[in-house]
């Protein structure tokens, strides 16, 4: 081949940024977009909102066409070709033009696999039944508004409680259909740690949604116009479409036909070139395992973002210049009935897998000022290493501002920052968008304070309560609204003319509402000779854990 042939199947986040970033750097070669589908670069994380009338015109998924590709790129786009296999050794493809019902092959010099992933099909009886849909494109979204139009649809059942099942129940609330949540796991959203999904699980059902956690499904039925789903608890509900939103798995079919490496998880094995066990193939995307940033285990991330990244790496590898792809962190949003849900890094339940040591801390800042008209609370996790404090990943939820400050800590978790740099980090303040101290300073801070000694910090989800004294110095109201039972309450503003009545010989484990005062009343009993650590979070973390029995 005299001029360069860059062939990439999957026309995608990964595939779409992958052919665009080969044109920037390679303006003489032949490039070619395969997809087997009838869209090329849509915004697939919009389907939901699609579904929801929210996203009222389907065109605004569409991010670019195959006239934009051709016309602004020079990129050939064949869409609904399937590249059906892989000639390793001839360096060429056999396509399949599903218009024409012809086959052809193709050769290249350097081949990018983007094929994305399809949604998780369980063998489930009765999962082909008609009214049962995944969403992942574009196609799908117009099957699932359909059937919502000519069915009349008033019952939903979502099937998994991820990115997805959240978006999708949110969006089918929107449309004034009821609907219930089925998930197998004690939490939705199963990434995140589950005592920071309790105030998603209290917003579900204050938007009406039935929550079916614990609880995974047997079998579907039909009776006559509806759906009934049976689970495994022995429940039964009944429903006029079903959503499956179980998760995805790597698209690997092409790969392993042609014998490239896969990884236990089931992606492409790729380098940190993005290239396959094949040197003149690279695989983007949904598609591939992917290094994590903090374990260093290989794992499955389906994110745009990354996706983006990688299509972008595996264009300038091909192009001749060194760079590498530095791994994925899995900084994610989601957004559900006005409250967001973000996190960044390893999950507590990571580190515990991987053995990692870590040290835990919560807090409930306000998003801004609380004297400025509108302040909202976010709880904030932060996970840091006991050794130097390094940051390992944080999460949030919040009405307001939460995604702002997972995002700082996202960038400080890639420049390998610490506590101690978290409590000088300068970030904008005016009133009605952050405080002096943000909630990013104040993580920071109290992360320091616990590894200085200063005001050690406990966790409710690890100490022994019978042992020690259990102190809230919160004010009587308080106390009397609600309280840890074998609590003494002792104010904070009398704390020092009541000190005394408190055991000098015993741990004392104090909290308040959300661990400020706890704070000032920890470091009062130290400085006065008292054994005194922080309940971290106070009150509302305790909350947090209790509220779905996660304590």
Not at 305 to 310: F, H, I, L, M, T
Not at 329 to 347: D, E, H, K, P, R
Request: aromatic share 6%; charged share 25%.
């Amino acid at each position: 081949m005299a001029q360069k042939r860059i062939l990439i199947v999957g026309g995608v986040a990964g595939g779409a940024s992958c052919a665009a970033r080969s044109r920037r750097m390679d303006e003489d070669a032949e490039i070619i977009m395969f997809d087997r589908g009838s869209f090329v670069s849509f915004a697939n994380c919009g389907l939901p909102y699609y579904v929801g009338d929210v996203i009222q015109e389907e065109k605004k998924l569409l991010v670019a066409n195959t006239e934009l590709f051709k016309d602004r790129f020079n990129i050939e786009v064949r869409l609904e070709n399937e590249v059906l296999s892989i000639d390793r050794d001839q360096k060429t493809i056999t396509v399949k033009d599903l218009q024409q019902d012809k086959t052809y092959q193709e050769a290249y010099n350097a081949l990018v696999l983007a094929p994305g992933a399809s949604p998780v099909r369980p063998p489930i009886p009765g999962l082909d039944l008609p009214g049962i849909f995944a969403l992942r494109t574009i196609p799908d979204s117009r099957r699932i508004r359909s059937w919502i139009s000519e069915h009349n649809v008033q019952r939903a059942i979502v099937v998994g409680g991820g990115f997805i099942g959240l978006e999708m129940t949110e969006n089918l609330v929107h449309r004034d259909i009821n609907v219930t949540l089925v998930e197998q796991l004690p939490q939705v959203l199963p990434p995140v740690d589950p005592e920071m999904v309790t105030p998603v699980h209290h917003k579900l059902k204050a938007q009406g949604v039935n929550l079916a956690l614990s609880d995974g499904v047997k079998e579907f039925t039909q009776a006559e116009d509806e759906i009934i789903v049976s689970t495994q608890s022995g429940q039964q509900y009944h429903a006029d479409l079903v959503i499956l939103g179980i998760g995805v798995r790597p698209e690997n079919k092409l790969a392993q036909d042609a014998g490239l490496e896969l990884g236990q998880r089931g992606g492409i094995r790729v380098n940190a070139k993005m290239q396959t066990s094949d040197p003149s193939i690279w695989a983007v995307g949904d598609a591939v395992e992917v290094q994590d940033y903090i374990t260093k285990e290989w794992t499955l991330i389906p994110l745009a973002g990354p996706a983006n990244r990688q299509g972008r790496i595996a264009a300038d590898t091909i192009a001749g210049r060194e760079v590498e792809f530095r791994g994925v962190q899995g900084t994610s949003v989601c957004g559900i009935f006005g409250l967001t849900v973000a996190s960044t890094g390893a999950s507590e339940k990571t580190l515990k897998r991987a053995n990692i040591p870590y040290e835990k801390v919560y807090l409930h800042p306000g998003h801004h000022v609380g004297y400025f008209p509108g302040a909202k609370p976010i709880d904030l996790k932060l996970l840091f290493s006991p050794e130097d404090g390094r940051i390992l990943g944080a999460q949030a939820v919040g009405e307001e501002g939460t995604e702002k400050r997972i995002d700082v800590i996202a960038m400080a978790v890639q420049q390998h920052s610490t506590v101690y740099d978290l409590e000088e980090a300068e970030l904008c303040y005016a009133p009605q968008f952050g405080a002096a101290k943000d909630p990013v300073n104040f993580a920071g801070m109290i992360a320091a304070n616990h590894l200085r000694g200063d005001a050690p910090i406990i966790q409710w989800d690890q100490v022994d309560l019978s042992q020690g004294v259990l102190l809230d110095v919160r004010d009587v109201d308080e106390f009397e609204r609600g309280h840890v039972e074998g609590t003494v309450n002792i104010p904070l503003n009398q704390l020092r003319e009541r000190m005394a009545e408190l055991p000098q010989e015993k741990p004392i484990h104090v909290y308040c509402q959300v661990g400020q005062r706890a704070y000032y009343a920890t470091r009062a009993l130290r400085l006065n000779g008292y054994d005194a650590a922080n309940l971290t979070g106070g009150y509302q973390t305790y909350l947090n854990f209790a509220g779905n029995g996660f304590l």
